[in-house]
């Protein structure tokens, strides 16, 4: 998969690719690549954002300078690029970030993300040139370069390779195998802790109970929204 983040903090993401799941993802032949907004930009001085029109507080991110950096990035008009990847703006206002997102997101052979910055994007670029705009809460950050890593984390990690362990993305939280529920709880040594015993039928070595006993717990986090 290729996975292209377009930003003016293109650096960012040096620290990030280094991490252990993200660098055996891309050991694994997956390209993750952090594209400087600013490099084509038609304006003087590496402009990229202007007052929006109407008044208001903050600058707004340009739709030339984003269409010149899609056109240099791609060789293409970004109008068409969105028909052949997914475009994703991230916006406080977007699709939540979800498992079913991750899952889709994943499927994708090439997508590419748009940091905003300041008050974020001129609506034309989200309307022309993106085939989606996705949110990871309810919240404001100062700009899309975490919301692309948390993005980006999410989806390399259910890359093959990424995770040491074959199962460990199978039997997670919002899995199939765990009917779109949260993970059941874990425990590890000591089984006695301050008199906090971890529970009989995972020391009991029958795999089976142990089984219903997870799907259970699992099922009551879904139930109450716990973790
Ligand atoms: N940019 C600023 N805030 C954001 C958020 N919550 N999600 C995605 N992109 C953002």
């Known amino acids: ?3 292209d983040v377009v ?10 690719s280094e991490q252990r799941h993200v660098a055996n ?16 930009t038609p ?23 984003m269409d010149h950096a899609l056109r240099g990035f791609y060789g293409i008009d970004p109008v068409d690029l969105r028909r052949e990847r997914r475009v994703i703006a991230l916006t406080p206002g977007g699709r939540i970030l979800d498992e079913a997102l991750v899952n889709e997101l994943a499927a994708e052979p090439a997508v ?12 034309r670029i989200v309307q022309h040139f993106c085939s989606d705009a996705v949110s990871i809460g309810r ?7 975490l919301a692309a890593m948390v993005v980006c984390d999410a989806v390399l990690r259910k890359l093959p390779g990424a995770l040491g362990h074959a199962d460990s993305a ?6 199939a195998a765990l009917g779109g529920d949260p993970e059941y709880p874990h425990y590890t040594r000591p089984a006695d802790y301050r008199g906090w015993n971890v529970p009989d039928v995972l020391l009991s070595g029958h ?11 699992s099922r009551e986090r879904g139930a109450t929204g716990g973790a």
């Not at 993802?25 to 390209?31: S, V």
């Open 1 to 3: 998969m290729q996975l």
């Open 7 to 16: 930003t003016l903090f293109p650096q960012w993401f040096d620290w990030f």
């Open 25 to 40: 993802a891309l050991a694994a032949g997956n390209e993750l690549r952090a594209l400087d907004l600013r490099e084509h």
């Open 43 to 65: 304006l003087s001085g590496g402009q990229v954002d202007d007052t929006p029109f109407g008044g208001g507080a903050g600058m707004v991110l340009r739709v030339d300078v």
């Open 112 to 123: 590419t993300l748009l940091c905003g910055r300041y008050e974020g994007f001129d609506e």
């Open 139 to 145: 919240y404001v950050l100062a700009g899309g370069e």
């Open 170 to 175: 199978a039997e997670e939280s919002f899995s």
């Open 207 to 217: 795999h089976e109970e142990i089984r219903r006993w997870r799907r259970a717990r």
